[in-house]
Protein backbone atom coordinates (compact mmCIF):
# COMPACT_ATOMS: atom_id res chain seq x y z
CA UNK A 1 0.00 0.00 0.00
CA UNK A 2 2.87 2.32 0.90
CA UNK A 3 4.65 1.44 -2.04
CA UNK A 4 1.63 2.38 -4.07
CA UNK A 5 1.23 5.46 -2.63
CA UNK A 6 4.95 6.55 -2.94
CA UNK A 7 4.39 5.67 -6.57
CA UNK A 8 1.12 8.00 -6.97
CA UNK A 9 2.87 10.53 -5.59
CA UNK A 10 5.89 10.48 -7.46
CA UNK A 11 3.74 10.45 -10.70
CA UNK A 12 1.87 13.23 -9.43
CA UNK A 13 5.04 15.38 -8.99
CA UNK A 14 6.51 14.24 -12.55
CA UNK A 15 6.27 17.30 -15.46
CA UNK A 16 3.80 16.53 -17.59
CA UNK A 17 5.96 15.60 -20.51
CA UNK A 18 7.51 12.90 -18.41
CA UNK A 19 4.00 11.59 -16.96
CA UNK A 20 3.36 7.95 -18.64
CA UNK A 21 0.19 7.71 -20.66
CA UNK A 22 -2.86 6.29 -18.86
CA UNK A 23 -4.47 3.62 -21.22
CA UNK A 24 -7.95 5.07 -21.64
CA UNK A 25 -8.90 2.31 -24.23
CA UNK A 26 -8.16 -0.92 -22.32
CA UNK A 27 -9.74 0.87 -19.02
CA UNK A 28 -12.93 1.39 -20.40
CA UNK A 29 -13.80 -1.10 -23.04
CA UNK A 30 -13.75 -4.08 -20.84
CA UNK A 31 -17.38 -2.77 -19.83
CA UNK A 32 -18.35 -2.21 -23.31
CA UNK A 33 -20.59 -5.05 -25.01
CA UNK A 34 -18.67 -7.11 -27.62
CA UNK A 35 -19.21 -6.19 -31.89
CA UNK A 36 -21.81 -8.93 -32.92
CA UNK A 37 -18.80 -10.32 -35.04
CA UNK A 38 -16.92 -13.55 -34.55
CA UNK A 39 -12.49 -13.88 -35.68
CA UNK A 40 -11.30 -16.57 -37.31
CA UNK A 41 -8.76 -17.48 -35.12
CA UNK A 42 -8.90 -20.85 -35.62
CA UNK A 43 -7.76 -20.68 -39.05
CA UNK A 44 -4.24 -22.29 -38.98
CA UNK A 45 -1.38 -19.47 -39.45
CA UNK A 46 -0.62 -19.08 -43.47
CA UNK A 47 -3.96 -20.49 -44.69
CA UNK A 48 -6.94 -19.49 -44.66
CA UNK A 49 -10.78 -19.47 -47.04
CA UNK A 50 -12.34 -16.21 -47.60
CA UNK A 51 -16.00 -16.67 -46.25
CA UNK A 52 -18.99 -17.42 -48.92
CA UNK A 53 -21.71 -15.42 -50.30
CA UNK A 54 -23.95 -16.25 -53.33
CA UNK A 55 -21.85 -13.65 -55.59
CA UNK A 56 -18.57 -14.46 -53.53
CA UNK A 57 -16.63 -17.58 -54.80
CA UNK A 58 -14.44 -19.23 -52.38
CA UNK A 59 -10.95 -18.94 -52.48
CA UNK A 60 -7.75 -20.80 -50.62
CA UNK A 61 -4.22 -18.58 -51.35
CA UNK A 62 -1.08 -19.07 -48.67
CA UNK A 63 -0.27 -16.31 -46.52
CA UNK A 64 3.34 -15.43 -46.39
CA UNK A 65 4.71 -13.82 -42.97
CA UNK A 66 5.83 -10.63 -42.69
CA UNK A 67 7.14 -7.77 -40.38
CA UNK A 68 6.75 -4.10 -40.94
CA UNK A 69 9.94 -2.35 -42.34
CA UNK A 70 12.06 0.24 -40.69
CA UNK A 71 10.31 3.45 -41.39
CA UNK A 72 12.20 6.38 -38.95
CA UNK A 73 10.11 8.33 -36.56
CA UNK A 74 9.29 11.81 -37.45
CA UNK A 75 8.75 10.41 -41.13
CA UNK A 76 6.12 12.94 -42.73
CA UNK A 77 3.09 11.29 -43.63
CA UNK A 78 2.72 11.23 -47.87
CA UNK A 79 0.17 12.90 -50.14
CA UNK A 80 -2.21 10.67 -51.26
CA UNK A 81 -5.48 10.51 -53.62
CA UNK A 82 -7.55 7.42 -53.18
CA UNK A 83 -11.21 6.02 -54.15
CA UNK A 84 -13.15 4.63 -51.58
CA UNK A 85 -14.93 1.77 -53.22
CA UNK A 86 -18.09 1.76 -50.57
CA UNK A 87 -19.34 5.44 -51.42
CA UNK A 88 -17.32 5.91 -54.57
CA UNK A 89 -15.32 9.13 -52.84
CA UNK A 90 -11.99 10.35 -53.27
CA UNK A 91 -9.83 10.78 -50.26
CA UNK A 92 -6.37 13.30 -49.97
CA UNK A 93 -4.02 13.91 -46.95
CA UNK A 94 -6.09 17.54 -46.33
CA UNK A 95 -8.66 15.46 -45.74
CA UNK A 96 -7.54 14.76 -42.40
CA UNK A 97 -5.60 18.36 -41.84
CA UNK A 98 -7.45 19.46 -39.16
CA UNK A 99 -7.03 16.32 -37.05
CA UNK A 100 -4.56 16.57 -34.05
CA UNK A 101 -3.57 12.83 -34.96
CA UNK A 102 -3.81 9.87 -37.86
CA UNK A 103 -4.04 6.47 -37.96
CA UNK A 104 -3.38 5.29 -41.43
CA UNK A 105 -3.77 1.18 -41.51
CA UNK A 106 -2.97 -0.95 -44.24
CA UNK A 107 -5.08 -4.10 -44.31
CA UNK A 108 -6.76 -6.33 -46.56
CA UNK A 109 -9.69 -8.33 -47.13
CA UNK A 110 -8.34 -12.20 -46.86
CA UNK A 111 -5.28 -11.81 -44.40
CA UNK A 112 -5.74 -14.03 -41.50
CA UNK A 113 -3.46 -11.46 -38.98
CA UNK A 114 -6.08 -8.68 -40.45
CA UNK A 115 -9.38 -11.04 -40.02
CA UNK A 116 -7.92 -12.04 -36.13
CA UNK A 117 -7.91 -8.86 -35.20
CA UNK A 118 -10.91 -7.10 -37.68
CA UNK A 119 -13.57 -6.65 -35.08
CA UNK A 120 -11.14 -5.18 -32.33
CA UNK A 121 -9.41 -2.77 -34.89
CA UNK A 122 -13.49 -1.94 -35.42
CA UNK A 123 -13.84 -1.41 -31.65
CA UNK A 124 -10.64 0.40 -31.48
CA UNK A 125 -11.25 3.01 -34.01
CA UNK A 126 -14.70 3.79 -32.98
CA UNK A 127 -13.44 4.61 -29.55
CA UNK A 128 -10.52 7.00 -30.98
CA UNK A 129 -12.59 8.44 -33.21
CA UNK A 130 -15.02 9.55 -30.79
CA UNK A 131 -12.01 11.35 -28.84
CA UNK A 132 -10.54 13.22 -32.05
CA UNK A 133 -8.68 10.75 -34.07
CA UNK A 134 -8.62 10.47 -37.93
CA UNK A 135 -8.44 7.30 -39.08
CA UNK A 136 -7.99 5.46 -42.82
CA UNK A 137 -6.98 2.35 -43.95
CA UNK A 138 -5.91 1.02 -47.14
CA UNK A 139 -5.63 -2.08 -49.25
CA UNK A 140 -2.33 -2.18 -51.85
CA UNK A 141 -3.27 -6.08 -52.29
CA UNK A 142 -2.74 -6.81 -56.16
CA UNK A 143 -6.02 -8.42 -57.34
CA UNK A 144 -4.08 -9.88 -60.18
CA UNK A 145 -2.61 -12.46 -57.40
CA UNK A 146 -5.78 -12.42 -54.56
CA UNK A 147 -9.18 -11.35 -56.47
CA UNK A 148 -10.56 -11.38 -52.96
CA UNK A 149 -9.01 -8.23 -52.26
CA UNK A 150 -10.46 -6.11 -55.29
CA UNK A 151 -12.68 -3.12 -54.89
CA UNK A 152 -16.31 -4.79 -55.26
CA UNK A 153 -15.43 -7.07 -52.08
CA UNK A 154 -13.70 -4.43 -50.40
CA UNK A 155 -16.83 -2.71 -50.55
CA UNK A 156 -18.54 -5.94 -49.53
CA UNK A 157 -16.51 -6.23 -46.37
CA UNK A 158 -16.79 -2.47 -45.15
CA UNK A 159 -20.47 -2.61 -44.92
CA UNK A 160 -20.25 -6.13 -43.22
CA UNK A 161 -17.97 -5.05 -40.26
CA UNK A 162 -19.83 -1.14 -40.45
CA UNK A 163 -16.15 0.20 -40.73
CA UNK A 164 -16.41 3.58 -39.04
CA UNK A 165 -13.51 4.71 -41.11
CA UNK A 166 -12.75 4.94 -45.27
CA UNK A 167 -11.28 1.87 -46.92
CA UNK A 168 -9.54 2.79 -49.78
CA UNK A 169 -8.33 1.19 -52.88
CA UNK A 170 -4.43 1.46 -53.48
CA UNK A 171 -4.72 0.19 -57.16
CA UNK A 172 -1.22 1.44 -58.69
CA UNK A 173 0.58 0.16 -55.11
CA UNK A 174 2.11 3.70 -55.40
CA UNK A 175 0.91 4.66 -51.76
CA UNK A 176 2.21 1.59 -50.38
CA UNK A 177 5.41 2.38 -51.58
CA UNK A 178 5.34 5.93 -50.22
CA UNK A 179 4.58 5.22 -46.65
CA UNK A 180 6.86 2.05 -46.78
CA UNK A 181 4.37 -0.25 -46.20
CA UNK A 182 4.91 -4.49 -46.40
CA UNK A 183 2.61 -5.95 -45.01
CA UNK A 184 -1.06 -6.13 -43.38
CA UNK A 185 -2.05 -5.35 -40.70
CA UNK A 186 0.44 -2.51 -40.51
CA UNK A 187 -0.19 0.64 -38.11
CA UNK A 188 0.84 4.36 -38.70
CA UNK A 189 0.25 6.78 -36.54
CA UNK A 190 0.78 10.47 -36.97
CA UNK A 191 0.30 13.28 -34.78
CA UNK A 192 0.09 17.29 -35.82
CA UNK A 193 1.27 20.22 -34.03
CA UNK A 194 -0.63 23.10 -35.38
CA UNK A 195 0.68 23.91 -39.37
CA UNK A 196 3.33 21.22 -38.86
CA UNK A 197 3.01 18.19 -41.74
CA UNK A 198 1.70 14.72 -40.40
CA UNK A 199 4.77 12.94 -38.52
CA UNK A 200 5.00 9.56 -37.33
CA UNK A 201 5.25 8.71 -33.88
CA UNK A 202 4.41 4.86 -33.90
CA UNK A 203 4.51 2.57 -36.64
CA UNK A 204 4.29 -1.06 -34.51
CA UNK A 205 1.79 -3.75 -33.17
CA UNK A 206 -2.03 -3.61 -32.06
CA UNK A 207 -1.25 -6.29 -29.38
CA UNK A 208 0.88 -9.60 -28.94
CA UNK A 209 -1.89 -11.28 -30.12
CA UNK A 210 -1.41 -13.41 -33.50
CA UNK A 211 -4.18 -15.99 -35.07
CA UNK A 212 -2.62 -19.07 -33.65
CA UNK A 213 -0.59 -18.25 -29.95
CA UNK A 214 -4.03 -17.88 -27.82
CA UNK A 215 -2.81 -14.54 -26.66
CA UNK A 216 -6.11 -12.42 -25.92
CA UNK A 217 -6.36 -9.46 -28.34
CA UNK A 218 -6.58 -6.28 -26.21
CA UNK A 219 -4.72 -3.29 -28.76
CA UNK A 220 -2.74 -2.64 -26.10
CA UNK A 221 0.30 -1.23 -27.99
CA UNK A 222 -1.39 0.85 -30.72
CA UNK A 223 -4.08 2.05 -27.88
CA UNK A 224 -1.55 3.11 -25.71
CA UNK A 225 0.54 5.14 -28.26
CA UNK A 226 -2.88 6.65 -29.21
CA UNK A 227 -3.56 7.69 -26.05
CA UNK A 228 -0.37 9.42 -25.55
CA UNK A 229 -1.03 11.48 -28.61
CA UNK A 230 -4.32 12.60 -27.91
CA UNK A 231 -3.05 13.62 -24.76
CA UNK A 232 -0.17 15.53 -25.61
CA UNK A 233 2.35 12.91 -24.38
CA UNK A 234 5.37 11.20 -25.96
CA UNK A 235 4.91 8.23 -27.23
CA UNK A 236 7.94 5.69 -26.26
CA UNK A 237 10.40 4.72 -29.54
CA UNK A 238 10.67 1.28 -27.96
CA UNK A 239 7.78 -0.30 -30.27
CA UNK A 240 7.20 -3.91 -31.70
CA UNK A 241 6.60 -4.46 -35.38
CA UNK A 242 3.68 -5.27 -36.82
CA UNK A 243 2.86 -8.72 -37.84
CA UNK A 244 1.03 -9.99 -40.75
CA UNK A 245 0.94 -10.83 -44.49
CA UNK A 246 2.89 -9.19 -47.30
CA UNK A 247 1.51 -7.40 -49.56
CA UNK A 248 0.66 -9.01 -52.29
CA UNK A 249 2.74 -6.71 -55.05
CA UNK A 250 1.65 -6.72 -58.75
CA UNK A 251 3.67 -9.69 -60.69
Known sequence: ??????????????????????????????????????????????EMSTRTSSNVGKFRVTAARAESGKVSLGFRA???????????????????????????????????????????IVKLTNFYMKKGLAVVAISSNSISTHPQDGPDFMAQEAKAFNYPFPYLYDESQDVARAFGAVCTPEFFLF????????????????????????????GRDLSLAIDCVLSGQPVTPAQKPSVGCSIKWHP
Request: charged letters at 25%.
Open 78 to 120: PQFELTEPLSGKSWKLEDFEGYPALLVMFICNHCPFVKHLKKD
Open 191 to 218: KKDGRRPFELVYHGQFDDSRPSNNVPVT
Open 1 to 46: MAAALTTAVVSSLLPTARRPCLNIYRRTTEFLAPLPITSDSSLKMG
